[in-house]
């Protein structure tokens, strides 16, 4: 069954590449294809277009489908083109011409439209969530470790001394960022395509206010060709926000590969996060870590991918942006099993506590030293050179300590204003 069936019978070679694999992508969609239609059918009896009982029908029907699809039942056989046409089928099938009458002042375009931009609404919140409890972790581990020092790198050469109080906080600040791009991607995706139909509108005196507020959206995409052009807009915007975080993820993810192995040295991790080799039985290597760089970094080609399939198409649907849900809905499971596998990996890492007993961290002291030359009187420049000459010859002695007072410094980390600053960005 289509919805735009003519009795015209369509090649099936054509048919099968047309679809692809829409059925198995839109059963994301279910619940919110039935929410919407809630919305659409009730509007539909506030103007006319369907009496009450109609209307109590088909709500009662589609309530019936939410609660299949919650408990797993609902399907999308090979005779349905998408998920729009198996709903309507299964209302027509039930209550007659009421399930007939659904789609009236209706395109599937609007229809893709408010099913996607509702998902994406639960999504991003969802990635909220996940992205706070992150933060939550890394900044407790901030507080335990803030006074173990850490060696501090620049071109992947000893720079400066660092700790893990600095090395935790610095990611869980980054994840505020993080929750600013999601709250800019929710921002875009809470607005009402309902109406739009095909992308022009309708004759029909249809309440798009009214659908607005039933589906809880923030506001309406008024212009009906807007509606229609924030397709493949919305979920690029949700990709980059999603590359913000992955980005972050993958980042902090090569940190804890390099700061394990025994080059470094700097960590440890416990046995049920590694693996083994099949022929080296000293092996223990941080697959969890390196599949989430992986996969994060996958995850950040996904904006580029939507702009290559949307970047020139004119104004208007074309079939293109079908193609959008290929990359984006299992990105989406990807990026949401990368936070919950990071959530449960990062509070068993181990830190070591006496890493800069090591005597080449000593050079991690030099700009201290230096600072202190000038506190004491002596031009910086001169006090850089003199310092450099010490090293130069050896006599070099390194005070092992540091005095930094400024805020976000080593030893001021300001963790509770980090805290108030996420505690700003997720309330918006």
């Given at each position: 069954?289509?919805?735009?069936?003519?009795?015209?019978?369509?090649?099936?070679?054509?048919?099968?590449?047309?679809?692809?694999?829409d059925?198995?992508?839109?059963l994301?969609?279910?619940?919110?294809?039935?929410?919407?239609?809630?919305?659409?059918?009730?509007?539909?009896?506030?103007?006319?277009?369907?009496?009450?009982?109609?209307?109590?029908?088909?709500?009662?029907?589609?309530e019936?489908?939410?609660?299949?699809?919650?408990?797993?039942?609902?399907?999308i056989?090979?005779?349905?083109?998408?998920?729009?046409?198996?709903?309507?089928?299964?209302?027509?099938?039930?209550?007659?011409?009421?399930?007939?009458k659904?789609?009236?002042?209706?395109?599937?375009?609007?229809?893709?439209?408010?099913?996607?931009?509702?998902?994406?609404?639960?999504?991003?919140?969802?990635?909220?969530?996940?992205?706070?409890?992150?933060?939550?972790?890394?900044?407790?581990?901030?507080?335990?470790?803030?006074?173990?020092?850490?060696?501090?790198?620049?071109?992947?050469?000893?720079?400066?001394?660092?700790?893990?109080?600095?090395?935790?906080?610095?990611?869980?600040?980054?994840?505020?960022?993080?929750?600013?791009?999601?709250?800019?991607?929710?921002?875009?995706?809470?607005?009402?395509?309902?109406?739009?139909?095909?992308?022009?509108?309708?004759?029909?005196?249809?309440?798009?206010?009214?659908?607005?507020?039933?589906?809880?959206?923030?506001?309406?995409?008024?212009?009906?060709?807007?509606?229609?052009?924030?397709?493949?807009?919305?979920?690029?915007?949700?990709?980059?926000a999603?590359?913000?975080?992955?980005?972050?993820?993958?980042?902090?993810?090569?940190?804890?590969?390099?700061?394990?192995?025994?080059?470094?040295?700097?960590?440890?991790l416990?046995s049920?996060?590694?693996?083994?080799?099949?022929i080296?039985?000293?092996k223990?290597?941080?697959?969890?870590?390196?599949?989430?760089?992986?996969?994060?970094?996958?995850?950040?080609a996904?904006?580029?991918?939507?702009?290559?399939?949307?970047?020139?198409l004119?104004?208007?649907?074309?079939?293109?942006?079908?193609l959008?849900?290929?990359?984006?809905?299992?990105?989406?499971?990807?990026?949401?099993a990368?936070?919950?596998?990071?959530?449960?990996s990062?509070?068993?890492?181990?830190v070591?506590?006496?890493?800069?007993?090591?005597?080449?961290?000593?050079?991690?002291?030099?700009?201290?030293?230096?600072?202190?030359?000038?506190?004491?009187?002596?031009?910086?420049?001169?006090?850089?050179?003199l310092?450099?000459?010490q090293?130069?010859?050896?006599?070099?002695?390194?005070p092992?300590?540091?005095?930094?007072?400024?805020?976000?410094?080593?030893?001021?980390?300001?963790?509770?204003?980090?805290?108030?600053?996420?505690v700003?960005?997720?309330q918006?």
């Open positions: 069954m289509k919805l735009w069936e003519k009795g015209i019978p369509t090649d099936k070679q054509i048919e099968q590449f047309t679809v692809g694999n059925r198995e992508l839109d994301v969609l279910a619940k919110y294809d039935a929410l919407g239609s809630i919305a659409h059918a009730k509007m539909l009896g506030q103007i006319g277009l369907l009496t009450n009982g109609e209307t109590e029908s088909l709500v009662v029907a589609l019936e489908i939410i609660a299949d699809v919650e408990k797993g039942n609902f399907i056989e090979d005779s349905f083109e998408d998920v729009h046409s198996k709903i309507e089928y299964l209302l027509t099938v039930k209550l007659g011409d009421a399930g007939k659904i789609h009236t002042a209706r395109s599937r375009n609007d229809q893709v439209l408010v099913d996607v931009n509702l998902y994406l609404k639960d999504v991003v919140l969802e990635f909220k969530r996940q992205v706070k409890s992150l933060f939550d972790l890394l900044m407790e581990s901030a507080e335990k470790h803030q006074n173990v020092l850490l060696p501090g790198y620049t071109h992947l050469q000893i720079a400066m001394p660092s700790s893990f109080g600095m090395w935790f906080s610095a990611y869980a600040e980054t994840l505020i960022d993080d929750i600013t791009m999601l709250n800019a991607a929710l921002k875009i995706v809470d607005q009402n395509p309902l109406g739009s139909a095909a992308g022009y509108g309708s004759s029909f005196p249809i309440n798009r206010t009214f659908t607005t507020q039933e589906l809880g959206f923030e506001t309406l995409k008024y212009n009906s060709v807007a509606a229609q052009m924030s397709r493949g807009k919305s979920e690029k915007i949700v990709a980059f999603m590359s913000s975080v992955a980005a972050t993820l993958s980042k902090f993810s090569m940190d804890v590969c390099l700061y394990m192995s025994q080059n470094f040295d700097f960590i440890t416990p049920h996060l590694t693996t083994g080799s099949s080296m039985p000293h223990k290597n941080p697959d969890v870590f390196e599949l989430i760089r992986g996969k994060c970094n996958k995850i950040q996904l904006p580029y991918e939507i702009t290559l399939i949307t970047n020139n004119p104004s208007g649907y074309h079939r293109d942006l079908q959008l849900k290929e990359g984006l809905f299992p990105a989406i499971q990807n990026l949401k990368c936070l919950d596998i990071a959530i449960f990062i509070k068993d890492i181990k070591k506590e006496h890493i800069l007993e090591d005597k080449k961290y000593n050079y991690l002291f030099t700009v201290d030293a230096l600072n202190e030359m000038v506190v004491a009187g002596v031009p910086f420049r001169d006090a850089y050179k310092v450099a000459e090293l130069e010859n050896g006599s070099f002695q390194s092992k300590k540091t005095k930094h007072t400024h805020e976000g410094s080593i030893n001021n980390l300001c963790l509770a204003e980090i805290k108030e600053k996420m700003l960005a997720y918006k």
